[in-house]
């Protein structure tokens, strides 16, 4: 049965920049799974519609469609338990919900303030309206207002990834020696900053810049050869 | 051979207040392991430095002396490798470090600033001294100015501790359907605070205070049985 993915997609097909899409393309190649993604856009949901979901990262495989990138991760090592693990055991599953807790509650939150008026210019032109118009319903204020501060922001960020930095301290990955699907899943969150924005996250000395780059060179570098600003 | 460990008390010798060593105390009943604690204060750098250290939590194992709660807990899980597990596999002990990371850089900091102006009224006369001027010297300014605003302090640390209540939703501690070491390491901050202060960290509909209780259960009781304030 081939595996199929809906994968959130810019104006250049190439240019796939969900965060979350990322977390699941990067356990799929953990995995050793062939995948054909399918380029998505904001407004195509009667593609998904028809599969019953409503967001990507949408997993088709055989007759079974899995949504949510957490779900699918747990698919994945469930269903291909010969492949690497993505969790290294029962603990790591577990303590892998914190760490994908702490990227959606801290991380992408922290990023979304420094880039997203970046976003509508790498969008199809289809989908500019909606997600200005839908983004901006969220933060109530226009995208430029959101990131205006950003210079200053950047350094409240930054502080933000300190447990991040004081792990790799003891440890080249969240997984340990060699990573697991926790560094995908804050992986995800740089992937879709650098294939969105050319505003620079981290400080070029900063131990997260150098972790970036070891996941970067994952998987053949897998990551890298996407369409991105660095 | 007998474990013994060094363990901060207050006036009280049965106040046992150090979130560091409330991480070992809780790693050591998981182990099903007996051990002596021994009351030690502050200004009692001498009976460390007889072992060849300068802080508590400190470990006596035989003629080993184990100090650092982290380095503590590997040595539990190596040495006494037929217990339950403190970390759950390999995947969780990499990402028990994560967790340890965020207890020390965001959980700690944050619960100082809320009750670090309380803990000199219950501390062995002897420690008063030395810890006003030390912390007040680490904060630069005095401890009740550190925690003046702590009604609006708390409402920051309460947000920070988002990570932690999006897991809950889904499972009941960080290790899963049952707690690991992980779930130690960010209990000794809460019972830390429980212990020094009345001053409420938590409200009373939020998960974590849920699970706080769930931990406060485990090993007959251990945490709840010492002098606290709530």
Redesign the interface.
């Known amino acids: 049965m081939t595996l199929q993915l809906f994968d959130l997609a810019g104006a250049d097909p190439a240019r796939r920049f969900s965060p979350y899409c990322w977390r699941v393309r990067m356990a799929l190649a953990a995995k050793g799974l062939a995948v054909e993604t399918l380029p998505w856009r904001f407004t195509e949901g009667a593609r998904l519609a028809a599969h019953g979901a409503e967001k990507v990262p949408l997993l088709l495989h055989g007759d079974r469609a899995i949504a949510d990138s957490w779900t699918i991760a747990e698919y994945l090592e469930d269903r291909f338990p010969d492949g690497p693990?993505l969790?290294?055991?029962?603990?790591?599953?577990?303590?892998?919900?914190?760490?994908?807790?702490?990227a959606?509650?801290?991380q992408i939150p922290g990023i979304v303030r420094l880039v997203v008026a970046d976003i509508p210019a790498v969008l199809d032109p289809a989908d500019v309206a909606y997600f200005r118009t839908s983004r901006e319903a969220r933060f109530g204020q226009t995208l430029e207002a959101v990131q205006a501060d950003r210079v200053a922001q950047v350094e409240v960020f930054r502080r933000s990834l300190?447990?991040?930095?004081?792990?790799l301290r003891?440890?080249p990955?969240?997984?340990?020696a060699a990573p697991?699907h926790?560094d995908s899943i804050v992986f995800g969150g740089f992937q879709w900053a650098r294939c969105v924005s050319p505003f620079p996250l981290l400080a070029a000395d900063d131990p997260v810049a150098a972790w970036r780059q070891r996941m970067l060179d994952l998987h053949g570098g897998l990551a890298r050869q996407v369409p991105a600003f660095d």
């Open positions: 693990s969790f290294g055991g029962d603990g790591g599953r577990a303590l892998a919900r914190f760490v994908n807790a702490w959606d509650s801290v300190l447990p991040l930095r004081l792990m003891a440890q990955f969240l997984g340990g697991l926790a």
